[in-house]
């Protein structure tokens, strides 16, 4: 302290006086005059007028100036903003009110009442609250035995003591207290799934529940017994919010699907391969409503414990996995004995390093990829964003890799004329890194549509990109499935492993070609739809005043700006090639009915084909119904196109073609205005069937009235 600042502090608070002998009290005082600060007045305090002190020292604040006190933060300078206010002031109290609350927790309640509290339990919202972010214990300090215990003795006593209950009311009771116990155990268990996968505490909730329902009419609800007051005291919930009250029956629906999660988890713990595994982890998510924080947040834990994959296999072992599946079926380069080459100079000591270092840079990318899926559809979509370039990244490093490997297992060149004049090599690591950023690439486009981020008449251009993107992985899948025929053939007499390696690759190699051309042939079909509606002024363009077709596109392929391979298609080129501007009407309603027939004929092929080859494994079910649910959307747009190829536009044009006359591609547009009442679109904001395949509907007037 400054020399002096004592003495004058002191000389200052000398002249403060508070009288000890009365109270202090507010003495009334007549109304001010207009526009004049009142003035308190306590006795025995002097008070001060600083209102045109502070309004002059605040006129010398420029623009953008702050004035900042160390003592008051910015949650509290936010906080007074709303003083007083009781949609904002968690501290506002009403007259009469208290700040806690005066129930008594102590109170005698009846049977009927405790079912009620009871059941009121499960009839909140779920909240997203982190403990460590609030300082805030939620019974941490009390072991779960403990509570096990106290359930077994209540239990026990209302066996011995019904005293005048009903029968009913004693078994309302037990149930809710044995379910209470075994969802207690279920949760308590967590990632000792993984050690001995038994779910039968879920089994038991999950029998349970149906008990429950049952008996929830004997229940009295306790309104008082709840309370918002609580929130008050947290710095989370500002402003205050009131308790959501959810349904008896949508709380008992939610519950039993978190129970029927919990025992699906145990799914994964049937490990059948890396792809068999991430297939699961999509399956799990996209179940409808999607599976609860916990069960996902759990489902994450599950996946790598204490640096082990399910608790059980390396890391290494998890990535070789899939890259045997994919690129390197039976191949030396993933050798066990290579790792216990101790001698630098061999060039399997080499090898061993170098696909060490791939494994180090790739496992966690890897990882990251079933970890991301467990989040929500939103932020699966937002880390796939970032993570492609990860990916791009890895790809470049892996090239490089690759060419080391290549110098050390003395790979030879392919020579193919048919293919290229010039010889190529395999680039095995840097080929699985493409192909899984290619995935990527397609899933957040994909998921735009499922998150209805694109307008209606974006959508005929998304579905071409996408295309696009599918026919690069096309020809990366057939360039992978070349160089392994290339490699079997140059094996002589192989082994009875080496031949199964390389059936299950072509095995895979195969499904993933037909998958990747069913949502090819798809995909093409829907641009080409999309186009002919746009042509034909049925598809309604909102104003936009501020916005333009190029900005637009470049705000939908702002993951892709970066990314090397493949190259972003230039707006100029993408605008022509989704409008198909040059593509006469009757061609193009062909290419598309063309399109969606072998859509068709590809989801029939992918039925019959085995759980095995789509590494599905562990979700046959689902994957199946995934199929059935395309097919269905195929149908759907398929009565699309034929309501389309109805429409007297569409007709002329189909006549002057066949008569050899001239039909330009915007003929159509030219044509009268129709009478907008007899065509109508409707255009989902997601797909009706699958959630990737968005189908307008085309009804036609006309066709309808003619029918009938």
């Known amino acids: 302290m400054p020399p002096g600042m004592a003495d004058k502090l002191g000389d200052d608070i000398s002249k403060v006086h508070i009288s000890e002998t009365q109270e202090s009290s507010y003495i009334p005082r007549p109304l001010p005059a207009e526009n004049e600060a009142p003035i308190l007045r306590v006795q025995g305090v002097d008070f001060r007028d600083i209102t045109k002190e502070f309004s002059a020292a605040s006129d010398e604040l420029g623009t953008g100036q702050l004035v900042k006190d160390d003592f008051f933060t910015l949650f509290e300078s936010v906080a007074a903003l709303e003083i007083m206010d009781p949609k904002m002031d968690s501290g506002y109290q009403a007259p009469g ?41 939620l019974l941490s300090r009390i072991l779960s035995t403990r509570i096990l215990a106290e359930l077994d003795e209540a239990l026990n006593w209302l066996t011995q003591n019904p005293m005048h209950l009903t029968s009913t009311l004693v078994s309302a009771l037990q149930v809710r207290l044995v379910f209470r116990k075994a969802f207690l155990v279920a949760l308590s268990r967590d990632v000792q799934l993984a050690g001995d996968g038994d779910v039968s505490a879920w089994q038991e909730c999950i029998m349970l529940i149906p008990k429950i329902t049952d008996t929830e009419k004997h229940g009295r609800p306790v309104p008082e017994s709840f309370s918002s007051k609580i929130q008050r005291k947290l710095a989370s919930t500002v402003p205050p919010r009131p308790i959501v009250q959810v349904s008896f029956e949508k709380a008992t629906a939610h519950l039993r699907r978190t129970c029927v999660n919990g025992k699906d988890l145990a799914l994964v713990l049937d490990y059948k391969g890396s792809g068999d595994l991430l297939n699961l982890f999509w399956t799990l998510q996209s179940r409808k409503p999607q599976p609860s924080m916990y069960i996902r947040s759990l489902l994450q834990s599950l996946l790598c414990i204490d640096m082990k994959i399910l608790g059980r296999f390396s890391i290494r072992q998890f990535l070789i996995d899939d890259m045997a599946d994919l690129v390197l079926p039976a191949s030396p380069l993933h050798n066990q004995g290579y790792s216990e080459v101790e001698v630098p100079t061999d060039p399997r000591y080499q090898i061993s390093k170098r696909l060490d270092a791939f494994v180090s840079r790739a496992g966690q990318p890897y990882i990251d990829l079933f970890r991301a899926v467990c989040q929500n559809r939103s932020r699966i979509r937002r880390i796939f964003c970032h993570t492609i370039h990860d990916w791009d990244s890895l790809q470049l490093d892996a090239e490089d890799l690759d060419v080391e490997l290549r110098e050390l297992t003395g790979e030879k060149p ?295």
């Open 414 to 708: 392919i020579f193919d004329t048919v293919i290229g004049p010039e010889p190529f090599y395999t680039f095995p690591l840097s080929s699985w890194a493409y192909y899984h950023k290619l995935c990527q690439m397609e899933w957040i486009i994909q998921l735009g549509f499922e998150l209805a981020i694109y307008q209606a008449d974006e959508l005929g251009g998304m579905y071409w990109y996408l295309n696009h993107l599918i026919q690069t992985r096309i020809a990366h899948l057939e360039r992978i499935r070349y160089i392994l025929l290339h490699e079997r053939r140059a094996i002589q007499a192989p082994s009875r492993d080496i031949q199964d390696s390389f059936a299950k690759t072509f095995s895979i190699l195969n499904f993933s070609l037909l998958e990747a051309q069913t949502t090819r042939c798809f995909a093409e079909a829907l641009s080409c739809l999309y186009a002919l509606l746009a042509r034909l002024s049925l598809m309604p363009i909102p104003s936009r005043p501020y916005s333009t077709d190029a900005l637009r596109y470049d705000l939908r392929m702002k993951p892709f700006f970066t990314i090397g391979l493949p190259p972003l298609v230039p707006f100029a080129e993408f605008k022509e090639h989704s409008s198909h501007r040059n593509t006469p009407t009757p061609v193009l309603l062909q290419k598309a009915q063309d399109a969606i027939t072998q859509a068709r004929h590809n989801f029939e092929a992918l039925h019959k084909k085995d759980a095995v080859s789509a590494r599905a494994t562990l979700c046959k079910s689902e994957w199946k119904q995934r199929l059935t649910d395309g097919m269905r959307a195929c149908i759907s747009a398929s009565i699309a196109l034929a309501a389309i190829s109805k429409l007297p536009e569409v007709k002329s044009s189909n006549r002057a073609g066949r008569s050899g006359g001239s039909t330009p591609a915007h003929a159509a547009a030219a044509s009268p205005a129709r009478d907008t009442s007899e065509v109508k679109v409707a255009v989902p904001e997601s797909g009706e069937y699958h959630d990737w395949w968005i189908v307008p509907t085309v009804f036609n007037n006309n066709i309808m009235r003619k029918s009938t």
């Open 97 to 137: 009110e208290t700040l806690e609350d005066d129930y008594d927790v102590l109170r005698h309640l009846s049977a009927e009442e405790v079912v009620g509290i009871i059941d009121q339990l499960l009839s909140h919202e779920e909240e997203d609250f982190v403990t460590q972010s609030y300082n805030r214990d």
